[in-house]
């Protein structure tokens, strides 16, 4: 099958392999607050609209150099139901949490999804959810909370509860597109491009209906819109599906704690928040954390 032929870079991939690239999607999302903090003040969803627009369309100009990677859009309509509902589930209810609830206790409910691929993963086959899966990312959790409140506390209101609630249902979403998308490894990741281009699509209607359109203003700003549709919105999701299909699931759900804090590093360094010691605390808990959850795959025996 031709699908298959396309996917077979991917299935040639070691486990340890796969989990690297996997960590790459990882970087890529420690981007994801300083191009859009340098990106201006276009609203969430024209961004979202803007920038899969951009990274599913630089996946067909790749199609030029490999044309049978179009064939990967030819899947049945429950992949594609998984790969646009884990794509625009996932950021519509990130924004409608933000849109009615603090920044601050919507950004640490959503970050239970890495803790929730590690417990969901249990349920694939062939993989075993270990205590230092568990532990690991417990630990990573904590210094994810350091890095979200600063170290100040937090308070959940009632009055939020519908923030509350859409932020949960985006960890979940992620969470379960992750953990799902291993049930169809077999399905290639050149898939992505159509699941991207549909987000963009989706966002766009989204925007029409809910905000108003704002464009960049400075060469600067377009620059950083670029850079978000071709990194963190574009290039991460291919590497994240080949690490979530082929790689340690465990591993890089608990690793996957350090985007907040290499986000909030990169920040510092351009000029955009301020350094805290609470930062150092955070580092070393994550570091921790997945250096234990990944403790079997860095130091098993050959």
């Avoid at 099958?1 to 690239?21: E, V, Y």
């Avoid at 086959?125 to 568990?134: C, N, Y």
Wanted: hydrophobic share 55%; net charge positive.
């Amino acid at each position: 099958m031709p699908s298959q032929s396309a996917n077979s870079g991917a299935m040639a991939l070691s486990r340890p392999a796969a989990t690297g690239i996997g960590f790459f999607a990882i970087l890529l999302w420690s981007l994801l607050a300083v191009f859009t903090a340098a990106s201006g003040s276009m609203p969430p969803f024209q961004l979202t609209a803007v920038t899969f627009g951009i990274g599913g369309l630089a996946g067909v100009l790749l199609w030029a150099f490999r044309p049978s990677a179009a064939i990967a859009l030819r899947q049945p309509w429950p992949v594609w139901l998984l790969g646009v509902g884990g794509l625009f589930g996932y950021h519509a209810a990130y924004f409608t949490a933000l849109r009615n609830a603090p920044p601050v206790e919507a950004g640490l409910i959503n970050y239970l999804w890495p803790l929730l691929i590690v417990v969901f993963s249990a349920l694939l086959p062939g993989e075993r959810l270990k205590w230092q899966h568990i532990a690991g990312c417990a630990l990573a959790l904590a210094g994810a909370v350091l890095v979200v409140t600063r170290g100040q506390g937090f308070s959940f209101d009632p009055a939020y509860l519908p923030g509350y609630a859409a932020a949960l249902f985006a960890a979940f979403t992620w969470a379960a597109y992750s953990v799902l998308s291993r049930r169809v490894a077999h399905v290639p990741s050149d898939a992505i491009t159509g699941f991207c281009l549909a987000t963009a699509v989706l966002s766009a209607a989204c925007h029409f209906a809910l905000e108003p359109t704002v464009w960049p203003t400075t060469l600067w700003q377009w620059l950083a819109i670029v850079g978000l549709g071709l990194g963190p919105v574009g290039l991460a999701f291919y590497v994240w599906d080949i690490g979530i299909k082929r790689g340690d699931i465990q591993v890089l759900g608990a690793a996957s704690y350090a985007t907040p804090l290499l986000s909030t590093a990169l920040l510092v360094l351009s000029g955009y928040a301020a350094y805290s010691h609470v930062l150092l605390i955070a580092s070393l808990l994550i570091t921790a954390g997945a250096v234990l959850a990944a403790s079997e795959l860095l130091f098993r025996r050959s």
